[in-house]
């Protein structure tokens, strides 16, 4: 006998159509362009890396990710955002849907829009990392530090090795000029991650900040060991009075 659903002859289901389901995902091109970016970093790694044709398809991929990138202007994102509202009012318990129309907002600089919606994420599953992760990044992007602080530290307590969280944590702690405390979220950010580039850049900046010199120079040495043709790592290791 046929397969059911529900108790209904699968035959006699209608598929939603592609388009359906981005309307009712709320898929935009902006989502598809942060999709590419995931796959184009697994494709770094085994068992990818060597395959036949890898480097064709990497370099396929990299030419369709750049033109979606320069695709993504404010006018564009306001556009999407309405796509994803649409998805919102079809399904307004969504957090995931309430996240992506917030993240969406913020693009489109509807700060106050984008808290709204977030807000509303966190509040319909607060035990969503990302949730709390996506408030606290358009709240610090609105100088609110401290309650950025709070959502951050929510995001770490049910994700501890968030290395995103730890390292956005020290770029505020940076900004409000709390070195020792941006330091010390840098070093969590790499036990996390111990090759993150970025977290080692941050960290070596805050170093030298405090006059750490010899410590900034060694997080700038690893970060050009890393990547050879760092030049702002290069730069940065002179004016902290190491060699080239």
């Not at 992007?141 to 959502?151: C, I, K, S, V, W």
Request: charged fraction near 25%; charge should be neutral; glycine fraction near 6%.
């Amino acid at each position: 006998s046929a397969q059911s659903i529900n108790g209904t002859d699968a035959s006699a289901v209608g598929w939603l159509s592609r388009s359906e389901c981005e309307t009712h995902l709320g898929y935009t091109e902006w989502n598809r362009s942060q999709a590419l970016r995931v796959v184009l970093d697994r494709m770094q790694f085994p068992p990818f890396l060597g395959t036949l044709e890898h480097t064709n398809r990497l370099e396929t991929l990299r030419r369709q990710s750049a033109t979606l990138t320069r695709q993504n202007t404010p006018a564009a994102f306001r556009t999407q955002a309405d796509q994803a509202r649409r998805a919102v009012a079809m399904h307004p318990d969504d957090w995931e849907l309430r996240e992506n129309l917030g993240l969406l907002l913020s693009l489109a600089r509807d700060m106050p829009g984008a808290v709204e919606q977030l807000r509303a994420a966190v509040h319909l599953l607060p035990h969503a990392p990302s949730a709390h992760f996506s408030l606290a990044g358009v709240l610090a992007l609105q100088g609110h530090d401290d309650e950025a602080m709070r959502h951050y530290r929510e995001c770490l307590r049910l994700e501890p090795n968030n290395i995103h969280a730890w390292m956005r944590m020290g770029v505020v702690e940076i900004d409000r000029r709390r070195f020792a405390e941006a330091i010390s979220c840098l070093r969590e950010a790499l036990r996390a991650k111990p090759d993150s580039v970025a977290a080692r850049m941050y960290l070596g900046g805050a170093l030298l900040q405090q006059q750490q010199r010899a410590a900034a120079q060694e997080q700038f040495r690893e970060v050009l060991r890393i990547e050879p043709n760092n030049s702002e790592a290069r730069r940065l290791l002179q004016a902290a009075g190491g060699a080239q």
